[in-house]
């Protein structure tokens, strides 16, 4: 398996001139792979040699601005080269990240009248209160609920730790699994693992008899 990663940006607190803030992109057999989407990720992404229309996976660490206020504007920005009759079409997008993602996308795309000419869900990460400081740990669970207590905004999972668990599986294909691992940090974060499968390799019985 062929895995390429390019750094978008390093920064951190606000994006300068010479240096983004953060985003890191993993190429995967012709798909993008978005870690993090903070301010200025789409010029960062026209500089490279990746094409943004490529991404079909973003996860976010957590929710500080330097990490995730790049994000309305990219999915608009993927949405603005899609074409309506859809003859030039955008992949469906899965966004990975903790509690409350979901409600600020949907109130930031709702708010600036914004339609996405393609599909997305965001999968959100419930937290545990031992992730940072007890004053910073805040409930979004019921942000995203509209009357009836139905979620609004976007489809997507709600994802939980098992119990004995210490890791959250969030996506499973033939070769690998990618995991979400918890972090402690003033405001709950995640890290994330690509674990490849084991791939065991086929022998020539006929030749091992021909060597004895």
């Avoid at 398996?1 to 390093?10: H, N």
């Avoid at 979004?140 to 997507?156: I, K, M, T, V, Y």
Wanted: net charge neutral; with cysteine; proline share 8%.
């Amino acid at each position: 398996m062929s895995l390429e990663i390019t750094f978008l940006g390093t920064g951190s607190a606000f994006p300068s001139p010479a240096r983004g803030a953060a985003a890191l992109v993993l190429r995967r057999e012709g798909q993008c792979w978005l870690f993090d989407c903070g301010e200025g990720t789409q010029t960062q992404l026209m500089r490279s040699h990746l094409r943004a229309a490529r991404i079909t996976k973003i996860f976010i660490t957590h929710l500080h601005g330097d990490h995730f206020f790049g994000l309305p504007g990219l999915l608009c920005t993927l949405s603005l080269q899609s074409s309506p009759d859809g003859s030039s079409s955008k992949a469906p997008v899965d966004i990975y990240g903790p509690l409350g993602l979901r409600s600020f996308l949907w109130r930031s795309l709702e708010l600036s009248h914004s339609q996405l000419l393609f599909p997305y869900a965001v999968h959100e990460l419930v937290p545990t209160p031992d992730q940072c400081p007890p004053e910073e740990f805040k409930d979004f669970s019921g942000w995203d609920r509209g009357e009836e207590g139905l979620p609004q905004g976007p489809p997507g999972r709600v994802l939980r730790l098992a119990p004995g668990e210490d890791s959250y599986l969030l996506l499973e294909d033939e070769q690998l699994l990618v995991r979400a691992f918890r972090l402690f940090h003033r405001v709950p974060s995640f890290g994330f693992v690509l674990e490849e499968k084991p791939r065991p390799g086929k022998l020539n019985v006929q030749k091992l008899k021909d060597l004895g």
